[in-house]
T-cell receptor
Framework: AQKVTQTQTSISVMEKTTVTMDCVYETQDSSYFLFWYKQTASGEIVFLIRQDSYKKENATVGHYSLNFQKPKSSIGLIITATQIEDSAVYFCAMREGNTNTGKLTFGDGTVLTVKP | AQTIHQWPVAEIKAVGSPLSLGCTIKGKSSPNLYWYWQATGGTLQQLFYSITVGQVESVVQLNLSASRPKDDQFILSTEKLLLSHSGFYLC????????????FGHGTKLSVL
């Protein structure tokens, strides 16, 4: 069974600094996909970035990047030059397999507070 | 452009009463559809998913049921609400494929009293 664990309940950083959020996962599949989503105070959930298990290169989108350490089953999210509006809850998620499966498992989330 | 609409935005219901939440996706044919539940301050718990009309898979049993009567519609319901059903319900869609991202609706806040 797949499992996603985010050990950091909350993080507080100063604006314009870099923050890393941790996520470890468990899976029996050799092929899987890892995602990060952001939930704002209004409840809106938006997709941020994705890592495919077969890719060695870390994904990067804007000021979001990933630290994919496959031997450690770890997929950290790095946000550089943080802004006040980055304050939100960040969820790591995983889906197994390369077929059209519907199960997507989320971690418990990390609350990020960016202070001016 | 694809749009996802969830209804209602919020509900206050009595224990034991029925519930029906809906979700409609426009602008995309044959999407995968999902229902998630989130307790206040909690994680996103997947309840159901559907990859085609009339076919719904249950992930977690919470005395809820789901149906997909049309390609673009996903319904979550129960005949008798429990206090534990309170929370935030989110509908989402994705293209077919394990690597596809989810697009979430704005959610329904349910309070069961």
């Amino acid at each position: 069974a797949q499992k996603v664990t985010q050990t950091q309940t909350s993080i507080s950083v100063m604006e314009k600094t870099t923050v890393t959020m941790d996520c470890v996962y468990e899976t029996q599949d050799s092929s899987y996909f890892l995602f990060w989503y952001k939930q704002t105070a209004s409840g809106e959930i938006v997709f941020l970035i994705r890592q495919d298990s077969y890719k060695k290169e870390n994904a990067t989108v804007g000021h979001y990047s990933l630290n994919f350490q496959k031997p450690k089953s770890s997929i950290g999210l790095i946000i550089t030059a943080t802004q006040i509006e980055d304050s939100a809850v960040y969820f790591c998620a995983m889906r197994e397999g390369n077929t059209n499966t519907g199960k997507l498992t989320f971690g418990d989330g990390t609350v990020l507070t960016v202070k001016p | 452009a694809q749009t996802i609409h969830q209804w209602p935005v919020a509900e206050i219901k009595a224990v034991g009463s029925p519930l029906s939440l809906g979700c409609t996706i426009k602008g995309k044919s044959s999407p995968n559809l999902y229902w998630y539940w989130q307790a206040t301050g909690g994680t996103l718990q997947q309840l159901f998913y559907s990859i085609t009309v009339g076919q719904v898979e249950s992930v977690v049993q919470l005395n809820l049921s789901a149906s997909r009567p049309k390609d673009d519609q996903f319904i979550l319901s129960t005949e008798k609400l429990l206090l534990s059903h309170s929370g935030f319900y989110l509908c989402a869609w994705s293209l077919q494929g394990a690597g596809e991202r989810l697009f979430f609706g704005h959610g329904t806040k349910l309070s069961v009293l």
